[in-house]
């Protein structure tokens, strides 16, 4: 429980707006908090940083009303506002130019799963506010990635990057997209200005073909299975497809791994990031989800994941408790759990280094990269 945790007020107060459900004991600590004399700073910065201020927002909403509360720093519900208005803007016009790029690849005959992004705002929190957003992820098989990138070309997308203050995109030579293929787990971006836009400047498609993340081995038959079994959902009045919600737990717990794991993730400051967490907590507790264990316990072990399975959770339920049945982490259980310290090179699995402090001293400790035992 996090009002049980030894760590600062302003750390308790961040985990807790983060949290999908509130018992009566957290409603009133938040409360008290809320109204205490706190460092709102660094209460503030914690909110940025782990991209929750838009979650935070939204569960003062839903369950206070603003007069229930007098709050010590009294601008900060108004800041979280701009926040939450301001992804919510934002992924509408994500999901404008998403919409076209679906829509594409359903007449160009190209199977097809959308990947976090729009589903988790729309789905998951079912608040296009809740979460922020840079990117359109979309899984594909590998035999139809060269269909797909025609696909985008036609649309006007190009593989490249904008860079801050600048106008143009700037194209990736042949040489830099073949390299992206090699050594990761997706082609190389494609990029579309989008000038009628006030808040996104371009839009970014990420064609993603294969699950084992910051490396470049291949997960064909793993990928042919997960859109062989993707669900549709609807968005607005569209449908798109998606993982079934078994296999997106999945995929989100081997995201998070392989982030947290890798040393240029954790000298990036992209690890331990709270809102990777919330994705995977607001999943198992969306009411509307309902999620079969045993087959979460099957595609884990199809997928040979289970290593990133039983770390994320683990990881969540050291935060909040029994998130997850204590069955399903025994069942994922790995016999050797050194693993739990170690941190790799990218695209390997040769250790880099090893923490020697607890995950709840991890994710609080404000410079991480600083408490790593490099080998």
């Known amino acids: 429980?996090?009002?049980?945790?030894?760590?600062?007020?302003?750390?308790?107060?961040?985990?807790?707006?983060?949290?999908?459900?509130?018992?009566?004991?957290?409603?009133?600590?938040?409360v008290e908090l809320l109204e205490s004399y706190l460092d709102?700073?660094?209460?503030?910065?914690?909110?940025?940083?782990?991209?929750?201020?838009?979650?935070?927002?939204?569960?003062?909403?839903?369950?206070?009303?603003?007069?229930?509360?007098?709050?010590?720093?009294e601008k900060f519900l108004s800041m979280l506002y701009q926040s939450y208005i301001m992804q919510k803007n934002k992924t509408q016009e994500q999901w404008e130019y998403t919409n076209r790029v679906c829509k594409a690849l359903n007449?160009?005959?190209?199977?097809?799963?959308?990947?976090?992004?729009?589903?988790?705002?729309?789905?998951?929190?079912?608040?296009?506010?809740?979460?922020?957003?840079?990117?359109?992820?979309?899984?594909?098989?590998?035999?139809?990635?060269?269909?797909?990138?025609q696909c985008l070309l036609k649309l006007g997308y190009v593989q490249g990057k904008m860079l801050m203050g600048e106008e143009d995109i700037i194209k990736s030579s042949r040489k830099d997209t073949m390299l992206w293929s090699l050594?990761?787990?997706?082609?190389?971006?494609?990029v579309l200005?989008?000038?009628d836009c006030s808040l996104i400047r371009y839009h970014d498609v990420d064609l993603q073909f294969s699950l084992d993340l910051n490396t470049g081995n291949r997960t064909d038959n793993a990928v042919h299975d997960l859109i062989a079994c993707s669900s549709s959902v609807t968005i607005g009045d569209v449908t798109v497809k998606t993982l079934g919600w078994e296999d997106f737990l999945v995929f989100l717990c081997i995201h998070y791994y392989k982030e947290v794991t890798t040393l240029k993730e954790v000298t990036s400051y992209n690890d331990i990031v709270l809102y990777k967490l919330?994705?995977?907590?607001?999943?198992?507790?969306?009411?509307?989800?309902?999620?079969?264990?045993?087959?979460v316990v099957y595609k884990a072990e199809f997928t040979q994941s289970t290593k990133g399975v039983y770390y994320t959770l683990l990881n969540l339920c050291q935060i909040y408790g029994e998130v997850v049945p204590v069955e399903l982490l025994n069942q994922v259980k790995p016999q050797d759990l050194s693993y739990l310290d170690e941190v790799?090179?990218?695209?390997?699995?040769?250790?880099?280094?090893?923490?020697?402090l607890s995950f709840i001293e991890r994710l609080v400790h404000p410079n991480r990269p600083t408490i790593l035992k490099f080998k």
Not at 114 to 139: H, P, Q, W
Not at 183 to 190: K, M
Not at 278 to 295: F, R
Not at 344 to 356: D, L, M, Q, R
């Open 193 to 195: 200005k989008t000038p």
């Open 278 to 295: 919330c994705d995977i907590y607001y999943l198992i507790a969306n009411k509307n989800i309902k999620l079969n264990w045993e087959k």
């Open 107 to 149: 007449e160009d005959g190209i199977d097809y799963v959308m990947l976090k992004g729009i589903i988790l705002s729309s789905c998951v929190y079912e608040d296009l506010g809740a979460r922020n957003f840079g990117d359109t992820d979309i899984l594909i098989h590998s035999s139809q990635i060269n269909k797909a990138m």
């Open 1 to 30: 429980m996090v009002i049980n945790l030894n760590i600062s007020n302003e750390d308790k107060l961040v985990l807790l707006l983060a949290k999908p459900l509130w018992a009566d004991d957290e409603r009133a600590s938040i």
């Open 40 to 73: 709102w700073s660094k209460v503030i910065g914690l909110l940025q940083y782990h991209r929750i201020s838009g979650i935070a927002y939204r569960n003062l909403n839903l369950y206070f009303s603003e007069e229930a509360i007098k709050f010590s720093y």
């Open 183 to 190: 050594i990761s787990h997706e082609v190389h971006p494609f």
């Open 344 to 356: 790799y090179h990218y695209n390997s699995n040769e250790v880099a280094a090893t923490y020697k």
